[in-house]
């Protein structure tokens, strides 16, 4: 009797444990994806409502640390370094926490991004980097807490917190110049020897051209040297399947002396079994 208790009990449980009810949230999540040039910047965070509260100097109190938003940490991350203020902010994902003042607005870059609101204790060595956003007020009250990023140009834009009548601005550049220049570079300059590599692999893999894929190998190791065994190995492959049998001898040769020297043993045993198949004296 007891055992059938029991298991009537744990069912009643376990029902009453997965009926959930939806509901909408009081401070619904969003999330913002921007291209900024080059750089890609995403935020999500929580937008409370007024609901006829007084907000900046009551709610949320002049002077002191906000959560900005509500419920978990507003993130925002980077995947390039940024520069606020002059200084550097490096790529990566990070909590968005505010000191919101009448005439200006501390914003602060955190480190851990992991707490819900505020740390329980301020950690001061995870602070990546503070910063000042400069105070406007709007004609009009912002109902819900809304973050912005606005006025796109090709190495900056600028990142908005709108609530009530306020709108605090921080301006902040990106890279781009940097790394279009890279691109212009690398492209105008031709394949790499990865890319001469990547192709001849693919051609010897698949059994396409052998003789383009020669020609390209032979292109990756001129440009990557022969200190690359992986790739002076490969030449020895497609020499060898070309008939090629002297030359694939001599380089896989070339191939077993890089990988001694780089103490690579699974090659040095790879380049011994081939020069042995192939009659090396």
């Not at 939806?22 to 929580?46: F, H, M, R």
């Given at each position: 009797m007891k055992k059938i208790l029991f298991v009537l009990f744990a069912g009643l449980i376990s029902n009453f444990a997965?009926?959930?009810?939806?509901?909408?949230?009081?401070?619904?999540?969003?999330?913002?994806?921007?291209?900024?040039?080059?750089?890609?910047?995403?935020?999500?965070?929580?937008?409370?409502?007024?609901?006829?509260?007084?907000?900046?100097?009551?709610?949320?109190?002049y002077g002191e640390k906000w959560r900005t938003g509500a419920n978990s940490n507003t993130i925002i991350s980077f995947d390039t370094n940024v520069t606020i203020e002059g200084k550097e902010l490096k790529e990566g994902t990070y909590a968005v926490y505010t000191i919101p003042g009448e005439n200006e607005w501390e914003v602060i870059f955190y480190k851990d991004s992991n707490n819900w609101g505020l740390p329980q204790e301020w950690d001061e060595n995870k602070v990546a980097l503070k910063a000042t956003a400069k105070v406007q007020e709007m004609p009009m009250a912002m109902e819900t807490f809304t973050i912005l990023i606005d006025e796109l140009k090709n190495d900056s834009a600028a990142l908005n917190f709108i609530w009530e009548n306020t709108v605090a601005t921080l301006d902040f550049n990106v890279p781009t110049d940097e790394r279009a220049m890279a691109s212009i570079q690398r492209v105008m300059n031709g394949p790499s020897a990865g890319d001469y590599f990547s192709a001849a692999t693919y051609y010897h893999d698949e059994k396409k051209d052998l003789d383009k894929a020669y020609e390209w190998i032979k292109k990756a190791v001129e440009i990557g040297g022969e200190d690359a065994y992986w790739v002076v190995r490969r030449k020895a492959l497609i020499e060898a399947d070309l008939g090629k049998k002297e030359e694939a001898i001599s380089t896989a040769k070339k191939s077993l002396a890089a990988a001694e020297k780089a103490g690579n043993k699974d090659y040095i045993k790879l380049n011994k079994d081939s020069l042995k198949e192939w009659g090396a004296q």
């Open positions: 997965s009926a959930q009810i939806e509901v909408p949230q009081p401070s619904p999540t969003a999330k913002i994806e921007q291209e900024v040039g080059l750089t890609n910047v995403d935020i999500k965070y929580s937008r409370p409502g007024m609901r006829g509260r007084t907000i900046f100097g009551d709610l949320v109190p």
